[in-house]
């Protein structure tokens, strides 16, 4: 079984910065991809963030420039530094990992953190 965790949400002032992290642990995988994705009440699950197993990242248009994906392969933690944040920004954050099982692609969830950003 593969687990993600997220961690690092909170409450923020408008142009503070967080860093959330995600770290997968487990047995018998690797890692393909991790995404960062959000959502608030009513709204779709949107992708913010992601990055390969080779460390090329994408970004969603509202956020670039403005935050930052960066992994750790020898720990499986993937990091999102976000900087310059709005209210906006308020949702869910969570963690999607893609691996590889034994030649199969899987997929995880984290259970999601808040991120908060006050006016």
């Known amino acids: 079984q593969v687990q993600v965790v997220e961690s690092g949400g909170g409450l923020v002032q408008a142009g503070g910065s967080l860093r959330l992290s995600c770290t997968v642990s487990?047995?018998?995988?690797?890692?393909?991809?991790i995404g960062w994705y959000r959502q608030t009440p009513g709204e779709q699950r949107e992708l913010v963030a992601g990055?390969?197993?080779?460390?090329?990242?994408n970004y969603a248009d509202s956020v670039k420039g403005r935050f930052a994906v960066s992994r750790d392969n020898a720990k499986n933690t993937v990091q999102l530094q976000m900087s310059s944040l709005s209210p906006e920004d308020t949702a869910v954050y969570y963690c999607?990992?893609?691996?590889?099982?034994?030649?199969?692609?899987?997929?995880?969830w984290g259970q999601g953190t808040q991120v908060t950003v006050s006016s």
């Open positions: 999607k990992a893609i691996v590889d099982r034994n030649g199969f692609g899987f997929q995880y």
């Open positions: 487990g047995s018998s995988f690797s890692i393909k991809s």
């Open positions: 990055i390969s197993s080779d460390g090329i990242t």
